[in-house]
C-alpha cells in the first residue's frame, strides 16, 4: 500500500527550503530588494522547520524510542558530518602549508562529540543539535503536564512561550538558549497538528500549488 502524501506538508517544506536558500544568498552589489527580502525571510524561515517538526511530534512514543529515533536522525548526522567537515578543514590547511596543534584538534572533535561545537563547513548543521534539544525539552514539557484538571493545551503554550522569552534573554551552556527560544514553535506545530490545523488551510496549499 502506497501512503498517501500530505500536500500542505510537502508545500510548507519546499516553502521553507526555498526561503532557507533565499536567506543565505549573497554576493557583491546586491540592491536593497534583495537585502530587505533576506531580512524579512530570516524573521520565519528556520521557525518554520522547528514548527513542522513540532506537528510530526508524537506523545504516545516512549522515552526509549523517541531519544533512539533522535540520535539516528539528529545526533549522528550532526556529529559525522561535522567530524568530516573538520577533517577536510585540517586537510586543506596541511596542504596549504600550515599546522596544527594536536591537543587544541583533539579538544575540538570532542566538543563536536558533546554538541558543544561546530566546524566553518558545517556552520548549518546547529540546526540539528538544537532540534534535538528543543524536542528533549518539549517531550520532558508535555509529558510533565501529563493531566493537568483542565486545559492542557493552555497549560503547555503558557509554559512554552515563558521558556521561550527564558532563552531570548539568557545565555547557557551548550547554546541551550537556542533550544529555549525554539521550544514555542515546536509547541506551535504539535498543536497544529491536533487541531488539523494545516487539513484546514490545504485548499490555500492547492491554489499556491496551481499557480506555481
Not at 119 to 129: E, M, R, S, V, Y
Request: proline share 4%; net charge positive.
Amino acid at each position: 500500500m502506497v501512503n498517501k502524501r500530505n500536500l500542505a506538508i510537502d508545500l510548507a517544506k519546499a516553502f521553507g527550503i526555498a526561503l532557507v536558500v533565499l536567506g543565505h544568498v549573497s554576493g557583491p552589489g546586491e540592491g536593497t530588494g534583495l537585502l530587505n527580502a533576506r531580512s524579512f525571510v530570516y524573521q520565519f524561515h528556520v521557525p518554520l522547520f522547528f514548527f513542522l517538526s513540532g506537528y510530526f511530534f508524537k506523545e504516545e512514543e516512549t522515552w526509549k524510542l523517541f531519544i533512539t529515533k533522535r540520535i539516528k536522525r539528529l545526533y549522528i548526522p550532526f556529529v559525522l558530518w561535522n567530524l568530516i567537515f573538520f577533517a577536510i578543514h585540517i586537510l586543506t590547511h596541511l596542504a596549504a602549508g600550515e599546522g596544527f596543534i594536536l591537543i587544541d584538534t583533539l579538544k575540538h572533535a570532542l566538543k563536536i562529540v558533546l554538541g558543544i561545537a561546530i566546524t566553518p563547513l558545517g556552520g548549518a548543521t546547529w540546526f540539528l543539535i538544537t532540534l534535538l534539544q528543543s524536542l528533549i525539552l518539549y517531550k520532558a514539557l508535555v509529558a510533565f503536564i501529563t493531566k493537568p484538571e483542565r486545559f492542557p493545551n493552555l497549560y503547555i503554550v503558557l509554559l512554552a512561550l515563558l521558556v521561550g522569552i527564558l532563552g531570548s534573554l539568557i545565555r547557557l551552556p551548550w547554546n541551550l538558549e537556542r533550544a529555549l527560544v525554539a521550544l514555542p514553535f515546536v509547541c506551535a506545530g504539535h498543536l497544529a497538528r491536533k487541531k488539523v490545523l494545516l487539513e484546514r488551510i490545504k485548499p490555500v496549499f492547492q491554489i499556491l500549488l496551481a499557480i506555481i
